[in-house]
């Protein structure tokens, strides 16, 4: 059993899933330290899970800034002493990254990627980077306003897609005005679309450390919500797909953990970079249930321990999601609201 | 023919298959599982369509054009 204290953030656990509580189940059974969730909102789900989590702690929104964000966890740290955070939004990596050293000076690790590859890999640059290597990508725009994607030579059908999160595949004009709006209210500008690729949808995750993968375990989505995230899925073991992962993480020189979203043209037998996140995905409990506990990996990597790369797992795994209703005493949202924290042990 | 054991794929007697490459699932109808087991076992297209006809009440032609019409999907599916 490990005895670090370990926090994680991204728990809100809705139709748009973040990877936090996936990461703490991989790690639940191995640890005796505290499991302690950072949450932005009172009602992000996970955090009422008492089973999962030790302690629960409210930070700010990364929009406040990285000073605000340092200021909460300089008074969490004087509750419940922190050694590794694992961030897992795509949002709040930049204000990590930022805060990274002088969180070391507060004994506090992580395992994450640069400012410049987060850079390299965001959606905005993403065709670039796949131009330039040899990735076949969906011809993609970055408009501000709507007349620029009638005057943009991508035709319907297409994915439009917010800055940090959300996608969704429209099939007329109409449906884009539509998708453009709620991406723009809720994740501002600007806004990326693609050209719709049809065919088949696959996910890796990997983790890189030193330019050596530490593992990575590929995915077929089977279903998928309607704001295109995975609801159930199986491994699988392409090795075209595990190759081409291997290469983009050459040539990205990445760090850290990653998610590749692919599509898989059936017809053409050819595969499209849609995405490359610089974070677990949120289906990770099913590369670890595979054989390939990853988050265990990041705070082992974190700490600068020993870990042997893995080099296999089990294909044909499948995961479903269901939702699940927990109730909880009043209490629990009380001591949120009134003190943003929630301590369960 | 001769590669469909190189493929990683799960098969069950009721008839479902799972190719773990791509990750795609098949539910085959009896007489494709049946034909798809002696494929397995490494029986060319002769001894297949013997097999069938000692084990179906059909047609020889029927099942020579069946058998090449399934081998066509199997390909196309890269399941062999």
Redesign the interface.
Known sequence: MLNYNIAVTGLNATDNPAPGIPVIRSLRSLWSGKIIGLAYDALDTGIYDNNLLDQVYLIPYPTDGEESLLQRIKEIIKKTPIDVIIPTLDSELLNFIHLQPELEKLGIKMFLPTETLLALRSKIHLQEFCLKNGFNAPKTKIINDLGELKNSKLKIPLVIKGIFYEAYPVFSQEEAQVAFQKIKVKWGLPIIVQEYILG?E?DVVALVNNGECMGKVA??K?ALTEKGKAWAG??????NLLELTEEVIKKLKWNGPMELEVM?DTVKKKYYILEINPRTPSWIYLATAAGQNLPLAIVKLALNKAFFPYNDYQ??LTFVRHAVDLVCPINYLENLTTQGELIFK | MDNINNK?I?FSEKGFL?D??????FTLNKTASFIYSLLKQGKNKEEIVKEILDNFDIDVIVVKRDLEDFILQLKEFELC
């Open positions: 088949e696959y995915m077929r089977l199986i491994t699988v073991k392409d090795q898989k294909s044909g | 990683e799960t799972f773990h490459n791509s990750g795609l699932t």
